[in-house]
């Protein structure tokens, strides 16, 4: 079946520092590939996603790319700010199941001032 | 994207008893789910809740535990059903919109006493 397997955290960095958070995932067919990130006391929202190989999504300054030679939907962001202090999952939505989502196991970011 | 709001946004129930949870979004979608997320832990899918039809729920998880009404398409209910500590979780639920890509509530906490 399919799966989704990303760093454990958490990940404590210092304001402006280069975060990667990496990501693997195993899936039949061509899945799509997201990042959602869950801020303290709230739901989950998404972050960027990408539908085929070499695909780039971004947002907010975080980018991600379909690789579908590794498997792999690194997460990687050049300035990290306290706000960016979350928790974040990849996931893949494959059509052939039912468009459900796999999440990977989730990483705790904390950017410390 | 989707709007989407749940009810209550948090309880705190005795052990034995049920609470159910409302799920309404901004526009007719055709696809709606429930997912659990245990705390310190990542998603699990509950069920895909279904329009005029019964649920279809995942290994694990029961009808008579977690009954699921969907009697449109932009509302369904999720009953947590004779309830134990071990119950206590995030509940979201989240809606499809386009082809592969969900949007989700903001989550309603549940604590079992």
């Known amino acids: 079946g399919n799966s989704v397997t990303q760093m454990e955290g958490p990940v404590t960095l210092s304001e402006e520092a280069f975060l990667t958070i990496n990501c693997t995932y195993t899936a039949t067919g061509y899945p799509s590939l997201f990042w959602y990130v869950q801020y303290p006391g709230e739901g989950l929202q998404l972050l960027l996603k990408?539908?085929?190989?070499?695909d780039k999504g971004s947002n907010k300054g975080f980018e991600a790319t379909y690789r579908k030679e590794t498997t792999s939907f690194h997460l990687e962001k050049g300035s990290v700010q306290v706000s960016d202090s979350a928790v974040y999952f990849c996931?893949?939505?494959?059509?052939?199941?039912?468009?459900?989502?796999?999440f990977g196991g989730g990483t705790r970011v904390l950017v410390k001032p | 994207s989707a709007v989407i709001s749940q009810k209550p946004s948090r309880d705190i129930c005795q052990r034995g008893t049920s609470l159910t949870i409302q799920c309404q979004v901004d526009?007719?979608?055709?696809?709606m789910f429930w997912y659990r997320q245990q705390p310190g832990q990542s998603l699990t899918l509950i069920a895909t809740?279904?329009?005029?039809?019964?649920?279809?729920?995942e290994s694990g998880f029961v009808i008579d535990k977690f009954p699921i009404s969907r009697p449109n398409l932009t509302f369904s209910t999720l009953t947590v059903s004779n309830m134990s500590p071990e119950d206590s979780s995030i509940y979201l639920c989240?809606?499809?919109?386009?082809?592969?890509?969900?949007?989700f509530g903001p989550g309603t906490r549940l604590t079992v006493l």
């Open positions: 809740a279904n329009q005029g039809s019964e649920a279809t729920y």
């Open positions: 996931a893949l939505s494959a059509k052939a199941a039912g468009n459900k989502l796999t």
């Open positions: 989240s809606v499809l919109k386009g082809t592969d890509t969900q949007y």
């Open positions: 990408a539908t085929k190989a070499d």
């Open positions: 526009s007719q979608v055709t696809m």
